[in-house]
Nanobody
Framework: QVQLVESGGGLVQAGGSLRLSCKAT????????MGWYRQAPGKQRELVAV???????TYADAVKGRFTISRDSAWNTVYLQMNSLKPEDTAVYYC??????????WGQGTQVTVSS
């Protein structure tokens, strides 16, 4: 079983920065992709950014140029550096991991609130 533990959310003013972390523990062998999704009140969960085992990255258009996803060398922690935050970035951010051994896993979510 894989556990994903997120940290780093909080309240920030517009234009500020936050860094989210997600550490995978347990049976982490076989991770293909890790990344971040978010869900705002009344909206569907959406992709923010993902990074593959090969290092390729994908970003939502809304965050390109402002957010950066990265991982550690052990490939069990991913980070999301969020700069120039906007009120519309307010959401619960969920860590996601996809493993060829055990499928898709989600973290419990961390709240990000950007005040105007």
């Amino acid at each position: 079983q894989v556990q994903l533990v997120e940290s780093g959310g909080g309240l920030v003013q517009a234009g500020g920065s936050l860094r989210l972390s997600c550490k995978a523990t347990g049976s982490t062998f076989g991770i293909n992709v890790m990344g971040w999704y978010r869900q705002a009140p009344g909206k569907q969960r959406e992709l923010v950014a993902v990074i593959s085992s090969g290092g390729s990255t994908t970003y939502a258009d809304a965050v390109k140029g402002r957010f950066t996803i990265s991982r550690d060398s052990a490939w069990n922690t991913v980070y999301l550096q969020m700069n120039s935050l906007k009120p519309e970035d307010t959401a619960v951010y969920y860590c996601n991991a996809n493993l060829w051994t055990s499928g898709t896993h989600w973290g419990q979510g961390t709240q990000v609130t950007v005040s105007s």
